[in-house]
Each structure stands twice: as structure tokens, then as C-alpha cells.
């Protein structure tokens, strides 16, 4: 058997993620944890202010649920744990180059943990394999996110809770719908393309 028809044979086992298309080592596992703290590092730098909110739309969330959905529970959740940590440890890449555990939107970094892993295990499940199920996976991660982003706003603020949905949480509706579709074309598409959608 040939080294080549590994990844196709990982495509075909019931419970694969896109990662395990790539050849199965410590090495891999390391790599993709440390890659997705920094691919979701990355996409915070990529943050628009957001009129009335101390919580800007940024890329975070979306690099948050692909990776938890590409990589699996187990490594998603170490990857936004490896996020989290460093991130309140004083490493400048929570939204807008910040840094702390202290800060309004850092219950959302909590929530996009819990998410990852959550859309990770859905994705175990197949459910990044149609458009439908991308989108229901989508949709289940971003409620994760605010179901703790959004109580932290308000006890770290002192907002009253309607306060902070109406900050942290209604101006962000359109934005995630745009990201649920762009994870809707990308996700099934890798799998029609290494041959198991």
C-alpha cells in the first residue's frame, strides 16, 4: 500500500476530521494545536469597532470554529485552550493586540473554547460534510459563544443582561451568518475534494 492512499483511507473512516487526513504523529498534533492558537491569534488582529460595543467583530470567531470543526474536540479545545492561556498570560493577540483575562470580550475567548470543542465533536459526527449540517454546526459554535460572551459582558461591565445582548450579541448576527457561509462552502467542499463528500 502506498503512503499516498493513507489520507483517502482517513477521508473514508467513520469519525475523521479533515486533520486526520494528514499522517497520524505527536508531531502533527503539536503542530496543529500550536497553528490553530496562532491561525485564531491571526484572525483577532482582524477587528472592526463596533458602534456602542466594548466587543468588536473580528475574524476570531471564525478561525475559533474552523478550527475546532478541521481539527476535532480533543485538539480544538487544546488549541483555543493554548489561545486562552497565552492570551491572558500577556501575549498581545486577543482582538485589537490585547492581551488579559480581565477584559469585557474575554468571556467570548472562554465561549470560542467551549465551542471548538463542541463543533469539533459535531464534526466527528460528519456534520462538516454538507452544507446543511456545516451550517447547523456553524450556528450551534456561535450560540456556545455567546451563551458565555455574553453574561461575562455583562457581569465584567455591569450591564444589565439585556444591555449586553444588545451590544454583545445583535450587532454580530449579520457577521456570523456571513462567516456560517463562507465555513458552508469551505468545509464540505475539502471533503468533496479528498473525495469523501
Known amino acids: 500500500m502506498s503512503t499516498a492512499s493513507v489520507p483517502t483511507t482517513a477521508a473514508f473512516r467513520p469519525g475523521a476530521v479533515l486533520a486526520d487526513l ?15 492558537a496562532a491561525l485564531t491569534g491571526l484572525a483577532a488582529q482582524i ?14 470567531t471564525f478561525a475559533a470554529l474552523l478550527v475546532g ?4 474536540a480533543r485538539r480544538g479545545f487544546l488549541s483555543l485552550a493554548l489561545y486562552a492561556l ?11 493586540g490585547t492581551s488579559g483575562a480581565g477584559g469585557p470580550s474575554f468571556g467570548y475567548v472562554l465561549g470560542m473554547l467551549l465551542a471548538a470543542t463542541v463543533v469539533g465533536a459535531l464534526a466527528r459526527r460528519g456534520a462538516d460534510r454538507s452544507v446543511v449540517r456545516t451550517a447547523l454546526t456553524m450556528a450551534a459554535g456561535s450560540a456556545v459563544i455567546y451563551a458565555v460572551g455574553v453574561p461575562y459582558l455583562a457581569l465584567s461591565t ?12 445583535t450587532p454580530f448576527l449579520i457577521g456570523d451568518a456571513l462567516k456560517a457561509v463562507l465555513a458552508m462552502g469551505l468545509l464540505p467542499a475539502s471533503w468533496k475534494l479528498v473525495g469523501r463528500g
Open 22 to 36: 494528514l499522517p497520524a504523529s505527536r508531531v502533527r498534533d503539536i503542530a496543529l494545536v500550536v497553528g490553530g
Open 69 to 72: 470543526t478541521a481539527f476535532g
Open 158 to 169: 455591569g450591564m444589565s443582561f439585556g444591555a449586553a445582548v444588545a451590544a454583545g450579541l
Open 47 to 60: 477587528a472592526v469597532p463596533v458602534p456602542g460595543s466594548p466587543v468588536p467583530v473580528t475574524g476570531q
Open 86 to 96: 497565552v492570551g491572558a498570560a500577556g501575549m498581545p493577540w486577543f482582538a485589537n
